[in-house]
């Protein structure tokens, strides 16, 4: 099937643990993101990356690493886990980012909790 | 900076009636406005975006809204709520030529059998 498709779909950890969520998609897109949505269901954008050039990197802790090894691919890595890393984190995929008006396409999610 | 606001948390309507999810905007430049809708332990579904043209754009599943400049509003609408359209629904938005999709908060809505 056509997706975007992020797994782990639930990671568990413990504080201080160094953990990756990955993340395909098979759309053809340009564009990649990563945001995360809170326990009061706020989404924020944290990174973006275009034919695997970061265009958008917001004030994200340095423990946060985006990786785009190509166009189909965007993986996070999390170093040095914090309590207040828990939330949920979706990656997502757009045709281009150049003109703005394209949609945004999000995989179902990976349910973060660090205890 | 842009920005998208929803200003109502939580709407509860009957099932049958119409529905109204607001949403107001502060953006530099031309709008393009979006609305997404997102059921329990799922991602995103794009419903409908604005970027020229006709105030009134229809979407999927029913769904319409209104862009109003004068307003800077872009309300999310239905004629007749389903139950099954209970979910949370998000505006957003990106300015011309932006690289970032902005989200408001979210609303959620509740349609009673």
């Known amino acids: 099937d056509t997706a975007v498709s992020q797994t782990p779909k639930y990671l568990v950890t413990q504080m201080g643990n160094d953990k990756s969520i990955k993340c395909e998609q098979n759309?053809?897109?340009?564009?990649m993101y990563w945001y995360k949505q809170d326990s009061k269901k706020f989404l924020k954008i944290m990174f973006s990356?275009?034919?695997?050039?970061?265009?958008i990197n917001e004030t994200v802790p340095n423990r946060f690493s985006p990786k785009s090894p190509d166009k189909a691919h965007l993986n996070l890595h999390i170093n040095s886990l914090e309590l207040g890393d828990s939330a949920v984190y979706f990656c997502?995929?757009?045709?281009?980012?150049?003109?703005?008006?394209?949609?945004?396409?999000f995989g179902s999610g990976t349910q973060l909790s660090v205890l | 900076a842009q920005s998208v606001a929803q200003p109502e948390d939580q709407v509860n309507v009957a099932e049958g009636n119409p529905l109204t999810v607001k949403c107001t905007y502060s953006?530099?430049?031309?709008?393009?406005l979006f609305w997404y809708v997102q059921y329990p332990n799922r991602g995103l579904q794009f419903l409908l975006k604005?970027?020229?043209?006709?105030?009134l754009v229809k979407g999927s599943y029913g769904f319409e809204a209104e862009f109003n400049k004068s307003q800077t509003s872009f309300h999310l609408k239905k004629p007749s709520a389903l139950v099954s359209d209970s979910a949370l629904y998000f505006c957003?938005?990106?300015?011309?030529?932006?690289?970032?999709?902005?989200f408001g908060a979210g609303t959620r809505l509740f349609v009673k059998a």
């Open positions: 759309l053809g897109h340009d564009t």
């Open positions: 957003a938005v990106r300015d011309t030529g932006g690289f970032k999709t902005i």
């Open positions: 997502a995929s757009s045709p281009s980012d150049r003109g703005g008006w394209e949609k945004l396409f």
């Open positions: 953006v530099s430049g031309n709008p393009y």
């Open positions: 604005y970027i020229t043209g006709d105030n």
């Open positions: 990356y275009n034919n695997k050039e970061l265009i």
